[in-house]
């Protein structure tokens, strides 16, 4: 069996944002229970130099979302960044990514491979084909800042673990 486009994307970034949404929801219900404001996490880093916790999320939804669109056109243009937003807005950031993942077709990510698709990073121009770029720059990136965001909110002392970050897996059993 072989495996497509596709099921290379589509599949696997669903898993994840649909994790990301969870862990997400088990951050707001720990600081509910605990009289934090979610908000407060919002511009939350590791380390100084990382980029904060909105900043996590938002990357994750571009990398899924429109590293699937970038298949289709040809080109990697993510929206410009909206910046610091409240908790609950992360959240419905992962919605979106999951409904607009969900209404990629099959036929319409397959029939991409084997094209050429751009990627401009300042004065450089990257040309890949789309199962490299899926492959090797926008699932890295994805999943960079997907665990990055875990991170943040186990330090913050969130009950998650592996099984969160990892979400439902795609295995034979029904």
């Given at each position: 069996?072989?495996?497509?486009?596709?099921?290379?994307?589509?599949?696997?970034?669903?898993?994840?944002?649909?994790?990301?949404?969870?862990?997400?929801?088990?951050?707001?219900?720990?600081?509910?229970?605990?009289?934090?404001?979610?908000?407060?996490?919002?511009?939350?880093?590791?380390?100084?130099?990382?980029?904060?916790?909105h900043f996590?999320?938002?990357?994750?939804w571009h990398?899924?979302?429109?590293?699937?669109?970038?298949?289709?056109?040809?080109?990697?243009?993510?929206?410009?960044?909206?910046?610091?937003?409240?908790?609950?807005?992360?959240?419905?950031?992962?919605?979106?990514?999951?409904?607009?993942?969900?209404?990629?077709?099959?036929?319409?990510?397959?029939?991409?491979?084997?094209?050429?698709?751009?990627?401009?990073?300042?004065?450089?121009?990257?040309?890949?084909?789309?199962?490299?770029?899926?492959?090797?720059?926008?699932?890295?990136?994805?999943?960079?800042?997907?665990?990055?965001?875990?991170?943040?909110?186990?330090?913050?002392?969130?009950?998650?673990?592996?099984?969160?970050?990892?979400?439902r897996l795609?295995?034979?059993?029904?």
């Amino acid at each position: 069996m072989s495996t497509s486009l596709y099921d290379l994307s589509v599949p696997t970034f669903l898993q994840t944002v649909r994790a990301i949404g969870g862990f997400l929801d088990r951050a707001a219900a720990h600081f509910a229970a605990r009289d934090i404001d979610p908000d407060d996490i919002v511009h939350a880093r590791l380390v100084d130099d990382m980029a904060p916790f909105h900043f996590q999320i938002e990357a994750a939804w571009h990398h899924s979302v429109w590293g699937v669109e970038a298949l289709t056109t040809g080109a990697f243009t993510p929206p410009a960044l909206v910046g610091p937003v409240p908790f609950a807005d992360l959240r419905a950031m992962m919605v979106k990514a999951e409904t607009a993942l969900e209404a990629f077709t099959p036929d319409e990510v397959n029939a991409c491979a084997g094209r050429t698709l751009d990627l401009q990073i300042g004065p450089r121009r990257l040309a890949f084909a789309p199962e490299a770029f899926i492959l090797s720059f926008s699932l890295p990136n994805f999943h960079f800042h997907a665990v990055t965001a875990y991170d943040l909110l186990r330090s913050r002392g969130v009950p998650i673990g592996k099984r969160d970050y990892e979400g439902r897996l795609r295995t034979n059993a029904p």
